[in-house]
Every structure is written in structure tokens, then in C-alpha cells.
């Protein structure tokens, strides 16, 4: 149990970027698209830390261009969602029990990531999986989260 003082910054939601051509932010989008597009994950259950294959599996097309192919994902069945939910009763007290600090550093943390080094990545799949304007998938994948 932490009793320190700590204090987080006054939630704001991230500036849109521009993508004005030849900006720092355009060139990275750029980059990563073509990245994004040929990675084509192959999307396993997860429950628990551990992945489940199997059972019935979807292709995950681009809305604008129904053959290109961008994830495959394995559906999960009932006795998935059942361990889901006891993974997660299991996991509630630790969770519960940590700080408010430690847990809003994890959230921090992730914000962090997604406003930097993720950023363009996040866009690019919003993008291609959503058929997103670079514009829209800065709101909605980066800001807003």
C-alpha cells in the first residue's frame, strides 16, 4: 500500500495531427500502411495468457477492398468465455488491491504509447480495417483513447 503523494496530469485528449504533406506524421502513416497491410496476424483466443486456436476461423477483409486480406481470427466458443470469466474473477482481487497510482500508471502507460511510438500503427490498422481517412482514424484510435 503506497501512502505517498502522487499526482497525474489533467486528463486532456491528445491534439489532432495534421498529415500536411511532408510532415513528420504523414511520412510515418505512410510507412506504416504498407507495414500494417502485409502483416495479415493470425489472431488466436486468448484467455489467461494462454492461446487457443482452433474452431472456426474468419478472414478480416479491408472494407474498401474485400480481397485484400488483412488478420485471420479465431472465434471463441462458450467454454472460452466461461475460463474468460473465471480468469477474471481470479485476477479482480490482486487487481483491486493494487494502488489507484499503480493502476492508473498502467492506463498512463498505454496512453503514452498510443499518442507515441504506436501511434501510426494504430492508424494504419483503423485505417485499413475500418476504410478510415487518416483524419478520422487520428480521433478515433488515437485521441479518443
Given at each position: 500500500?503506497?501512502?505517498?503523494?502522487?499526482?497525474?496530469?489533467?486528463?486532456?485528449?491528445?491534439?489532432?495531427?495534421?498529415?500536411?504533406?511532408?510532415?513528420?506524421?504523414?511520412?510515418?502513416?505512410?510507412?506504416?500502411?504498407?507495414?500494417?497491410?502485409?502483416?495479415?496476424?493470425?489472431?488466436?483466443?486468448?484467455?489467461?495468457?494462454?492461446?487457443?486456436r482452433g474452431g472456426a476461423v474468419s478472414t478480416v477483409t479491408m472494407p474498401h477492398a474485400h480481397r485484400e486480406v488483412i488478420a485471420k481470427v479465431h472465434h471463441a466458443t462458450g467454454k472460452h468465455v466461461e475460463a474468460a470469466i473465471d480468469?477474471?474473477?481470479?485476477?479482480?482481487?490482486?487487481?483491486r488491491a493494487m494502488s489507484f497510482a499503480d493502476r492508473a500508471g498502467i492506463f498512463m502507460k498505454a496512453a503514452d504509447l498510443l499518442a507515441g511510438p504506436w501511434r501510426a500503427r494504430v492508424n494504419a490498422a483503423c485505417m485499413l480495417g475500418q476504410s478510415k481517412t487518416c483524419y478520422q482514424s487520428e480521433i478515433d484510435a488515437a485521441c479518443e483513447l
Open positions: 500500500m503506497s501512502n505517498g503523494a502522487f499526482h497525474f496530469p489533467e486528463p486532456v485528449n491528445e491534439p489532432v495531427l495534421s498529415y500536411a504533406p511532408c510532415s513528420r506524421e504523414r511520412r510515418e502513416l505512410e510507412a506504416a500502411l504498407p507495414r500494417v497491410a502485409k502483416e495479415q496476424p493470425e489472431i488466436p483466443v486468448r484467455v489467461g495468457g494462454a492461446e487457443h480468469q477474471a474473477l481470479r485476477a479482480a482481487p490482486a487487481w
